[in-house]
């Protein structure tokens, strides 16, 4: 059975950084996307980040670009998500998630069938 675990969340003033965590476990060796997700308060849950392992490629939501980088490592099978200056609207709680059967890294979160119970993220100004 696969689990995704988030952890790393926690409050922060505007301007600092974050690393979130995603430890994935259940999956044999094979190339898989990963993603970031959040979902503030009132909003619709979106896109942050994602990542194929198989080749390492990734992309990004605009409204993160530059500020974020999204990264694995294969011999621990943790996702990570650091985020620099991060700004109040940054607050939500963030969810990990994964699926097979991609060869691109992708933020249709329909896709994903494994997600995280999330670890929440609150930046004050």
């Known amino acids: 059975q696969v689990q995704v675990v988030e952890s790393g969340g926690g409050s922060v003033q505007a301007g600092g950084s974050l690393r979130l965590s995603c430890g994935v476990s259940?999956?044999?060796?094979?190339?898989?996307?990963m993603g970031w997700f959040r979902q503030a308060p009132g909003k619709e849950r979106e896109g942050v980040a994602s990542l194929y392992t198989g080749t390492y490629t990734t992309i990004y939501a605009d409204s993160v670009k530059g500020r974020v980088t999204i990264s694995y490592d294969n011999g621990k099978r943790t996702l990570y998500l650091q985020m620099n200056n991060l700004a109040p609207e940054d607050t939500a709680m963030y969810h990990c998630?994964?699926?097979?059967?991609?060869?691109?890294?992708?933020?249709?979160?329909?896709?994903?069938?494994?997600w995280g119970q999330g670890t929440q993220v609150t930046v004050s100004s």
């Open positions: 259940g999956y044999t060796f094979v190339s898989r996307c």
């Open positions: 998630a994964a699926r097979l059967g991609c060869s691109v890294p992708t933020l249709d979160q329909q896709s994903y069938k494994d």
